[in-house]
T-cell receptor, first 112, second 113 residues
Framework: NAGVTQTPKFRVLKTGQSMTLLCAQDMNHEYMYWYRQDPGMGLRLIHYSVGEGTTAKGEVPDGYNVSRLKKQNFLLGLESAAPSQTSVYFC???????????FGQGTRLTVV | AQSVTQLGSHVSVSEGALVLLRCNYSSSVPPYLFWYVQYPNQGLQLLLKYTSAATLVKGINGFEAEFKKSETSFHLTKPSAHMSDAAEYFCAVTPRGYSTLTFGKGTMLLVSP
């Protein structure tokens, strides 16, 4: 019973490089979310999706893009990484709008 | 925009003492309210949630929270702290009719022997 799986768990990027974070869930959830967690800031929503083929901007979307081509996967892309994007990224999924959110283990990204 | 405020970035208690973590929301219409816990180097997991069925909500690990509309609060309590309760706790809200979950900045609970 995997739940929500994030890949990779750790990554170091140089400024200007690009990368894609993968989130996969096996619970057939409609809603998926990408958050970033920074010390003292809590979790801030980057982008989210309410179903396959849909995406929407959250609180801090600049510098990120997302895609939800398959219901079980939600990809987060950084086209040109900046040091300000150094953070821990969490993916989450829910069955409905006010259901329990299930989180992945996080991806620790460092941009140098 | 809907927001949630957690009072105190750190709370320290002794083992066996009462735990009280504070959360206030800003909305004229009561939202859905949640408490999540995060242990070191892990993702978040749900402790409990309020969806208007009952004002006193019981969760896992002996935690409970009371919804008070007049105070726009949803404080988390536990009668007797255990060492294993040391973690970061997040209050979160989903406004009625919306599909996003907004988190507070978190409160780190420290438990001393």
């Amino acid at each position: 019973n995997a739940g929500v799986t994030q890949t990779p768990k750790f990554r170091v990027l140089k400024t200007g490089q690009s990368m894609t974070l993968l989130c996969a869930q096996d619970m057939n959830h409609e809603y998926m979310y990408w958050y970033r967690q920074d010390p003292g800031m809590g979790l801030r929503l980057i982008h989210y999706s309410v179903g396959e083929g849909t995406t929407a901007k959250g609180e801090v979307p600049d510098g990120y893009n997302v895609s939800r081509l398959k219901k079980q996967n939600f990809l987060l892309g950084l086209e040109s990484a900046a040091p300000s994007q150094t953070s821990v990224y969490f993916c989450a999924s829910t069955e409905g709008a006010f259901s329990e959110a299930f989180f992945g283990q996080g991806t620790r990204l460092t941009v140098v | 925009a809907q927001s949630v405020t957690q009072l105190g970035s750190h709370v320290s208690v002794s083992e066996g003492a009462l735990v009280l973590l504070r959360c206030n929301y800003s909305s004229s219409v009561p939202p859905y309210l949640f408490w999540y816990v995060q242990y070191p180097n892990q993702g978040l997991q749900l402790l409990l949630k309020y969806t208007s069925a009952a004002t006193l909500v019981k969760g896992i690990n002996g935690f409970e929270a009371e919804f008070k509309k007049s105070e726009t609060s949803f404080h988390l309590t536990k009668p007797s702290a255990h060492m294993s309760d040391a973690a970061e706790y997040f209050c979160a809200v989903t406004p009625r009719g919306y599909s996003t979950l907004t988190f507070g900045k978190g409160t780190m609970l420290l438990v001393s022997p």
